[in-house]
């Protein structure tokens, strides 16, 4: 164990986890040349009002997603895996704050997962702001399970222009970590990509970018790892369990 890791035994990891995590797993990243984005404008299926102007557009965008998901051949890989891993073996605590909306993280073991972004097998009504559980299509026609009325129901996802989920008790553990590890994300999305230069301002954490190249906020990493997650991350993950960081 070094200096850093004697100073607080057993100090908190936050880590951080964008689309480059699910990758391997056949999921599509965002902004890499073959991204959901270069495929699909954010304008017409990922914000309020992409939602208000056009519902059906937006489900049907959300269905294919989560019928993939859904689909067998979509497994959690050895990332997620040593991730899982690590909450089991690391005596501290550890929080995944996952900008994804897939369910990997869960299926691979990890219990104390956040999804700022919201989670694609939810659905939340627009009326009574119930949540349920969803894994087949949504349409205008379905009803709320809860207040039974019809054409309230979205996916529960954060869109473009709206809040992430749980911000403050994100900040609050940001604050009292010894290590933050961001994942497969490309620091091109606020607030999450701001997070590191708040782990900075709080003082004393280290702080660790594994990436297949730099994000945009690389140069504030103590630590950078370059590669595919599911080579990189175990290894890591391995490092951190047998010798702290
Ligand atoms: N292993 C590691 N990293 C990878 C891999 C891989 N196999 N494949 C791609 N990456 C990296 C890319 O280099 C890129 O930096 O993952 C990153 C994915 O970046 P984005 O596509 O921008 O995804 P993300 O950072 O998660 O996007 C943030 O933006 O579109 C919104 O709400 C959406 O949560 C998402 C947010």
Same mark, same amino acid.
């Given at each position: 164990?070094?200096?850093?890791?004697?100073?607080?035994?057993?100090?908190?990891?936050?880590?951080?986890?964008?689309?480059?995590?699910?990758?391997?797993?056949?999921?599509?990243?965002? &902004?890499?040349?073959?991204?959901?984005?270069?495929?699909?404008?954010?304008?017409?299926?990922?914000?309020?009002?992409?939602?208000? &102007?056009?519902?059906?557009?937006?489900?049907?965008? %959300?269905? =294919?997603?989560?019928?993939?998901?859904?689909?067998?051949?979509?497994?959690?890989?050895?990332?997620?895996?040593?991730?899982?891993?690590?909450?089991?073996?690391?005596?501290?605590?550890?929080?995944?704050?996952?900008?994804?909306?897939?369910? #990997?993280?869960? &299926? =691979?073991?990890?219990?104390?997962?956040?999804?700022?972004?919201?989670?694609?097998?939810?659905? &939340?009504?627009?009326? !009574?702001?119930?949540?349920?559980? !969803?894994?087949?299509?949504?349409?205008?026609?379905?009803? !709320?399970?809860?207040?039974?009325?019809?054409?309230?129901?979205?996916?529960?996802?954060?869109?473009?222009?709206?809040?992430?989920?749980?911000?403050?008790?994100? %900040?609050?553990?940001?604050?009292?970590?010894?290590?933050?590890?961001?994942?497969?994300?490309?620091?091109?999305?606020?607030?999450?990509?701001g997070f590191v230069a708040h782990v900075k301002q709080a003082g004393g954490a280290h702080t660790a970018e594994l990436n297949l190249e730099p994000s945009e906020? =690389?140069? #504030?990493?103590?630590?950078?790892? %370059?590669?595919?997650?599911?080579?990189?991350?175990?290894? %890591?993950?391995?490092?951190?369990?047998?010798?702290?960081?």
């Open positions: 164990m070094n200096e850093k890791t004697r100073e607080k035994p057993n100090p908190g990891i936050v880590v951080l986890t964008g689309a480059g995590i699910s990758r391997e797993s056949g999921l599509d990243t965002f &902004r890499d040349a073959d991204g959901i984005w270069s495929r699909v404008r954010i304008e017409d299926v990922a914000t309020p009002e992409a939602f208000a &102007r056009d519902p059906e557009r937006v489900h049907e965008f %959300y269905n =294919a997603r989560r019928a993939g998901l859904a689909a067998g051949e979509i497994v959690p890989n050895a990332a997620h895996a040593a991730l899982g891993r690590l909450e089991a073996e690391w005596p501290g605590g550890v929080l995944v704050v996952t900008q994804n909306i897939d369910d #990997l993280h869960e &299926r =691979a073991g990890s219990r104390n997962v956040l999804h700022m972004h919201g989670e694609l097998l939810k659905v &939340r009504c627009g009326f !009574c702001d119930a949540q349920a559980a !969803c894994t087949g299509d949504l349409g205008v026609d379905v009803a !709320c399970p809860e207040c039974a009325v019809a054409g309230g129901l979205r996916p529960h996802v954060v869109w473009f222009g709206e809040m992430p989920l749980e911000m403050e008790r994100i %900040y609050q553990v940001l604050e009292g970590c010894g290590l933050f590890l961001s994942i497969g994300t490309s620091g091109n999305v606020w607030p999450a990509a906020g =690389a140069v #504030l990493f103590d630590e950078t790892l %370059y590669g595919r997650a599911t080579i990189i991350v175990p290894a %890591y993950i391995e490092k951190i369990l047998t010798a702290g960081w």
